[in-house]
Every structure is written in C-alpha cells, then in structure tokens.
C-alpha cells in the first residue's frame, strides 16, 4: 500500500465549513436568530455555487465526471456494503457520489427557497419583493421542508459513515481531513488543482450571491 494524495484542499474546507454552516443554519433557525440565520444562509449559498463551479474544473476527485456512476453500479456497490475489503476508490465510491449529488441539490434548494422566505414577521429573503406574498409563504413551507429532507440525508450520511467504518474497516473521515488514502501500489494518483484557483473561483460565487442579495 502507499500513501496517496486525493482530496485537494479547497473540497476538504469546504466540506468542513459547510458543516460548521449548516449547523450555525440550524441553530439560528431555533434560537429565532433570523438576521444570522440570513447571514449564514448566504455562506451557505456561496459554498454551494462554488462546490458545482469546482465540480467542472477542480481536481479529478472533485469533478462530476469521475465519481458520478450510473445508478445500478451505486446499487451494487451497496449490496457489497457487509463485504469486509481495503478501500480502492480514490475519491467517492459509486453510492458516496450521488449522496454528493443529492445533498448539494438539497442544500441549494434551501438556499433558494430562503432567498425568497418570510417570517411573517420583520425578516424577508433578500429576492422576496419579486414575488408577491402567497408565492413566498409557499416557498417559505418549501424552504422548511428542504432542510427537513437535508437533516434526514445528514443522518443517513454519518450512518453510512459508522457503517464503513464498522462492517468494512475503512476510515472515510481520515482522508477528508488530511487529503491522504492508502492506495494500492501502481494505482495513479489523482491530479490535483493548484488551490489558487479555487480561490478565484470562490471569489466569482462570492460576487454572484452579492450581486443577487443587492438585486
């Protein structure tokens, strides 16, 4: 086995801010911070457009192209779930990739809905004078919904993490904070984007969601 670098930067910390985000998300919501909660919804909206910006021109693990597999695969994948083997996926397995897939479309369903969400109250979404009122109270159900459907794929995510790591003895946390994977020798590794790049495009989401919140 060697040690193999497959995880870049930028996904990693966006996978961790991201989490940090979605539960500053959560508790906002409960505490009734909702001026925060717009705050850190924005973030939020910026990670995302970043993470499907990088999915096209990021590293080969971070792009759509590489872990995106048809569905029958992700199925048989998870059929071998009680299968006790090393860890040969270089980035997502079949079944990881549309779990990535799904929850980024969740969580920009949520951005979007909250862009143009009421309260009932003092707090409006940024886009709310665009609709009139009974379309946002719509989209504000729609925004609750969303992130009750994003809370239950959390769950399913961590258990199948606990899974991994319990039937197959392989550690799907480790690599995501330090980039590192035990390969098999004569696999090829990954390439790898110069980070500086990812700034830049986390720059444009940047201006894209100011540009929509000052609209």
Known sequence: MQRMKVWDLPVRLFHWVLVVLMAASWLTQYRNKMDVHMWVG?????????????????????????????????LRHL?????????????????????????????????????????????????THFIGKDQSDWLTRMHYWSFKAIEIVIVLHVLAIAAYAVLKRQNLVR?????VK??????????????????AVLALAFGAVVFMVKL
Not at 50 to 69: E, K, M, P, Q
């Open 79 to 127: 059929t071998h779930l009680g299968r006790r083997e090393p860890d040969h996926e270089i980035g997502h397995n079949p079944a990881g990739g549309w779990m990535v897939l799904v929850m980024l479309a969740l969580i920009g369903a949520v951005c979007a809905t909250g862009m143009l969400s009421n309260d009932d109250g003092d707090t409006e979404g940024p886009l």
């Open 42 to 74: 924005e973030w939020v909206l910026t990670l995302v457009l970043f993470r499907v910006v990088w999915g096209f021109v990021g590293s080969d693990t971070a792009r759509f192209s590489r872990f995106l597999r048809s569905p029958v695969e992700a």
């Open 182 to 199: 035990l390969m098999p020798e004569g696999v090829r590794a990954p390439g790898l984007v110069n980070p500086l790049w990812a700034l």
């Open 175 to 179: 690599p995501m904070v330090t980039g």
